[in-house]
């Protein structure tokens, strides 16, 4: 009996083992973010040899300008051109600043420019309307990249090569690139700051996509902090009228037929009318503003909030408020209060922030953690809204629901 032990000992490992390999070795034909991955992708009936570069998935942290690189190689062994797509599923982002570019080779001709700097943030079509020839090979490499000059992106999502897009999956693909061409003019402004209804004429924008479109896009930035896009655009044979875009999203439903009794009214004066009274502002004619954008005052928030917590000496169970522009040497533009509850063991910190522009009011960084540059904390500013809760150091006070609080020094407020 014992000698019959140790064969089936070596059985049993060995079948576990090979379960194992198995396993994984299917696995690995399916996802991957470090080994190569083959398919073969049927494409209307037709079979693309598809080879995924180092794997098809991707769970990267990417600082403000790095970027993470994936080539995708696609062979083409029928007798005629066939047509395909690539996308990116499952999609999981920490922040709306992740940008791509998408470069394509035909054999050692060397990578040509696809599409540049278009912004993600979710699932999508990275590219379309891509052909591969007969009885060749055609190789696409896609850069991912960081921009957000902050927090490092977190990024997630897999690689896939698809049927090609319908024509209206394609003008809905265009429309997010207008779009995504629109925040990146935004963003070099430093955000818009100041409210009110700004239009702009998608006709003279720079990309070649949004030549081919005609018509408005109307920014509702009565709270900038949170502008609404709303499309009023036509290419010619599909139109979306009055559409809000939301999370560089397009619904099919939204995108109709041509009509010339809705494109007509595709005019300034008409768009604007539909917003507002007032007289609606050519995007044109926005300017840099070197102190704008919400990145700005969240890093100067960020500094001012750390100077505070590095100086914060508190000797006594006593709630503290810090005026930002006396109590520390504060180079930034940010002017307010720090409410510092030293009544508890771990002290809290409560935020009433503004640089004029954008403010935080009421926000308790120590239980709720630091907040973001794209959150709702950070909200347009207004003097009423601040000054209801930050005028001077006993608002503050009563606004944080304390009845007796303490300079820096620990003198009593009144």
Known sequence: MKKLVIPIMVLIVAFILFSSFKSLNNDSRDFSSTNDIFENINIDGNELAVKYNLGNMIDEEIPYGNKVTKVIDITNDMDKDISFAVSISEVILSDEYLRYNVFYSYGDSGYQNLSDAVSLVGD??????????????????????????????????????????????????????????????????????ERGYYVVDVSTLSSDISKSFKGYVLIDASDYSNPTF???????????????????????????????????NFNEEKVCSLFTKKECVDFKNLTFNPSGGKENFYKFSMEVINMVKSDFKGNQKSVYIYDVKKDIENNTNIRGY???????????????????????????ITKFGN????????????????NLSSENMLKVCDFSGFSECVNKLGEKLS
């Open 124 to 193: 999508d079509n990275l590219a379309y309307n891509l052909v591969v020839a007969a009885k060749s090979s055609l190789s696409l490499k896609i850069e991912f990249y960081g921009n957000n000059q902050v927090d490092k992106t977190k990024f997630t999502g897999k690689l896939s090569v698809i049927s090609n897009l319908s024509e209206k999956d394609i003008y809905r693909k265009d429309i997010l690139a207008i779009q995504s061409e629109i925040m990146s003019n935004i963003q070099a402004l430093n955000g818009i700051n």
């Open 230 to 264: 709303n499309y009023f655009v036509s290419n010619g044979k599909y139109i979306l009228n009055n559409y809000k875009v939301v999370k560089n999203e397009v619904s099919k439903k939204s995108v109709l037929d041509y009509d010339e009794n809705i494109v007509s």
């Open 338 to 364: 720090i409410l510092v509850d030293n009544t508890p063991n771990n002290p809290e910190y409560y935020i009433y922030l503004t640089n004029d522009i954008y403010m935080v009011t009421g926000y308790n």
């Open 371 to 386: 907040f973001k540059v794209n959150s709702n904390t950070i909200r347009s500013y207004t003097d009423t809204g601040f």
